[in-house]
T-cell receptor, first 114, second 114 residues
Framework: GENVEQHPSTLSVQEGDSAVIKCTYS??????FPWYKQELGKGPQLIID?????GEKKDQRIAVTLNKTAKHFSLHITETQPEDSAVYFC?????????????FGTGTRLQVFP | KAGVTQTPRYLIKTRGQQVTLSCSPI?????VSWYQQTPGQGLQFLFE???????NKGNFPGRFSGRQFSNSRSEMNVSTLELGDSALYLC?????????????FGPGTRLTVT
């Protein structure tokens, strides 16, 4: 079945630095890749997503890039702030297994130190 | 626009009991998906309902069931609770089905089985 691997599992950065989280997927037919941010005690919040017909999407300080050939996509956060501290999940929607369910990565705990 | 709401937020049950969780989607959304989140297994898909029909099901035993009402509100039921069912149960609503629509999560119900 479809598998999504996410790295790193934890990431610590200094405020103002950039943070990059990477995910790889196994189904080459996957066509939708959302990213979620989960703060303590809350449900995951959709922060950005990308579809397979584009290579990059940006929204203020966050951006997502997609490399379909290599089957990986990444979340980039620039000028990090303490409020960016949270667990981030990537997900992929496979198309080769006759299923319509998102497969999630295992999460990255991002800590931004002031 | 109000977000996804889940009730109750916290629940403590004993092994062997059953439990019913409720989810009210964003107004206008007709798809509700349920996920189990645990530290060890991450986010695991339980099932999706769209227009009162189960569209998709994850790899969980038959003790886990759900339903959706005509107003799109959904309930999830777990019978004969086991210690391993302790988890955060999240629901997510979407305007469309098929996983490729943007999914918005509720705050979750924290279930503890003793």
């Amino acid at each position: 079945g479809e598998n999504v691997e996410q790295h790193p599992s934890t990431l610590s950065v200094q405020e103002g630095d950039s943070a990059v989280i990477k995910c790889t997927y196994s189904d080459s037919a996957s066509n939708y890749f959302p990213w979620y941010k989960q703060e303590l005690g809350k449900g995951p919040q959709l922060i950005i997503d990308i579809r397979s017909n584009v290579g990059e999407k940006k929204d203020q300080r966050i951006a997502v890039t997609l490399n379909k050939t290599a089957k990986h996509f990444s979340l980039h956060i620039t000028e990090t702030q303490p409020e960016d501290s949270a667990v981030y999940f990537c997900a992929a929607l496979p198309r080769s297994y006759n299923t319509d369910k998102l497969i999630f990565g295992t999460g990255t705990r991002l800590q931004v130190f002031p | 626009k109000a977000g996804v709401t889940q009730t109750p937020r916290y629940l403590i049950k004993t092994r062997g009991q059953q439990v019913t969780l409720s989810c009210s989607p964003i107004s206008g959304h007709r798809s509700v998906s349920w996920y189990q989140q645990t530290p060890g297994q991450g986010l695991q898909f339980l099932f999706e309902y769209f227009s009162e029909t189960q569209r998709n099901k994850g790899n969980f035993p038959g003790r886990f069931s759900g339903r959706q009402f005509s107003n799109s509100r959904s309930e999830m039921n777990v019978s004969t609770l086991e210690l391993g069912d302790s988890a955060l149960y999240l629901c997510a609503s979407s305007f469309t089905t098929g996983g490729s629509g943007e999914q918005y999560f509720g705050p979750g119900t924290r279930l503890t089985v003793t």
